[in-house]
């Protein structure tokens, strides 16, 4: 396995092409609408590509993506794109922060110098992490998959960076979304590598496991999450079963882009229907430059249809593997009230060894973009109890 310093060096001709197709944007002719109830806002939408056409410095962001330490590693013939700070700090712990969709590793830009450097924001350093933020394959920087089913193997993939490529002997994981995911593949089949994970959501995929006996609390979110399906959740559904139609539209058209990702940043995140008051235009378009400049917005819909399509004996292995995994993994919790559905803690239990249970005040679904020191307290405080874990034998 091969690993090599990489640094962001998008073409002036990517960008050229870029402002020209935003010049060149036919709009939708719904500009009298003014609120969110049926997509992404077209007076704000158009706002937006105007700003990125004439304002959005892709340079600044750049440089400013290019401050952190980057590395592309060859794991299996597949080229892994990630982040890697090391802290000052002796013993610090490996902590593998996986990012899921819409966004990518730049979910993480804001928390990573909270955890390598804790002193400096306010914590201990005792509570100091060596970060390492991969992109998953088929977004950003990383390849894109070459053959289906993938999705099942990015837990293997991330353990081989972990340890035969950073040569780290145990870590800890940190995800929501399709990162939560991963950091349950990793608990379940590395377990003697992780002393533990912490999450923001339960894994849609428990969905699918309803219990006999549901609590008065579980009945209540089971409940939600259909509600969520049938109003909110056609994104889902078409990147599940006809991606690549939607694929070519995103791919080709920057203001349609803008609008697919855009929309979920303004309704999944705690931002009271005003998406600038979490995040700014540069942050925003930072974010859709990633997916238009590696042309990943296709790939990045492999998961969903990955996890929609699997055969049978697909999901007997999962099965199998969930059966002879490690459920002992410890397991903690931050649930931000404006995520998409927020799970009781007794649905956790069900499948995880939970450790710690946290109601955060405030926050959604990007929690370490939109409340970075929210997150990095409650990351110190999950893996603090089990720091003495990474440094014992096994």
Known sequence: MTVHPFRIDIRQSVLEDLKERLWRTRWSGNAQATDWDRGTNPRYLEELCTYWRDRFDWQKQQDYLNTFAHYRADIDGIGIHFIHERSKAANAVPLLLVHGWPDSFARFLKIIPMLTDPQAHGGDAADSFDVIVPSLP???????????????????????LMIDVLGYRRF?????????????????????????????DVPYHHMFQKPSDPSAAEQKYLQKMEDFEQKKGAYALIQGTRPLSLAQGLNDSPSGLAAWLVEKFQGWSDCDGDVEKRF??????????????????GSSFCPYYDMANAGALRWIS???KKWVGSSDVPAGFALFPKDLVTPPREWAARFFNVQRWSEMPRGGHFAAA???QLL???????????????????
Not at 185 to 195: K, M, P, Q, T, W
Not at 376 to 394: D, K, N, V
Request: glycine share 12%; net charge negative.
């Open 138 to 160: 088929g977004y950003g920087f990383s390849d894109k998959p070459r053959k289906p089913e993938l999705t099942f193997e990015f837990g293997r993939l991330l353990h081989g």
């Open 370 to 372: 939109e409340e970075p």
């Open 376 to 394: 990095a307290e409650e990351i110190r405080a999950t893996f603090r109890p089990l720091r003495p874990g990474y440094l014992s034998p096994q």
């Open 172 to 200: 800890a994981v940190q995800g929501g979304d399709w990162g939560g995911m991963v950091a349950e593949h990793l608990a379940r089949s590395y377990g003697s590598s992780v002393i533990g994970i912490q999450m923001t």
């Open 280 to 297: 700014t235009k540069d942050e925003l378009l930072t974010h859709v430059m990633i997916y238009w400049v590696t042309e990943t917005i």
């Open 318 to 320: 999962e099965t199998i």
